[in-house]
């Protein structure tokens, strides 16, 4: 794992994942990011795999999500949810179909929602 500021360009996260060159990663994986910090940060992950994944590579979200503008999981989401807001207007549990529009910006689609993942009962998120 690697420590990076995914609000900026991919050419400038750390040398230990740019080195290996745009293009050359099978997998970017990102987990219980996207609902704690504003919305620039998964448009650069989205931007940032996009540039850093192989042909065929996919980028996975875990965290908890909303599906269709409710919250799905193990019932304290929307409390949750507000109490984020409150902190931070930027952040809060992202709609699956926000994820979606941003990753096709990206040249990234939603390939495959796997939910109820453990016992919270997030989603897992992939796009290739």
Same mark, same amino acid.
């Given at each position: ?39 620039? #940060?998964? &448009?650069?992950?989205?931007? @940032?795999?996009?540039?850093? /994944? *192989? ?7 875990? =965290? %908890? ?30 709609? #699956?179909? &926000?994820?979606?529009?941003? @990753?096709?910006?990206?040249? /990234? *689609? ?7 993942? =453990? %016992? ?9």
């Amino acid at each position: 794992a690697v420590e990076i500021d995914a609000s900026t360009p991919f050419d400038s996260w750390p040398a230990a994942v740019t080195e290996s060159g745009a293009g050359s990663y099978a997998l970017v994986f990102a987990s219980n990011i996207v609902h704690i910090a504003p919305w620039s #940060v998964a &448009e650069g992950i989205f931007a @940032g795999a996009a540039a850093a /994944l *192989r042909p065929g590579g996919s980028l996975f979200f875990h =965290g %908890p999500f909303q599906l269709d503008g409710k919250f799905a999981g193990v019932g304290h989401e929307e409390l949750w949810d507000t109490q984020m807001r409150s902190c931070d207007k930027g952040w809060g549990i992202r709609d #699956v179909s &926000e994820m979606v529009a941003e @990753g096709s910006q990206h040249g /990234l *689609r939603l390939a495959a929602t796997e939910h109820p993942v =453990g %016992p919270a009962k997030n989603f897992l998120l992939q796009f290739v």
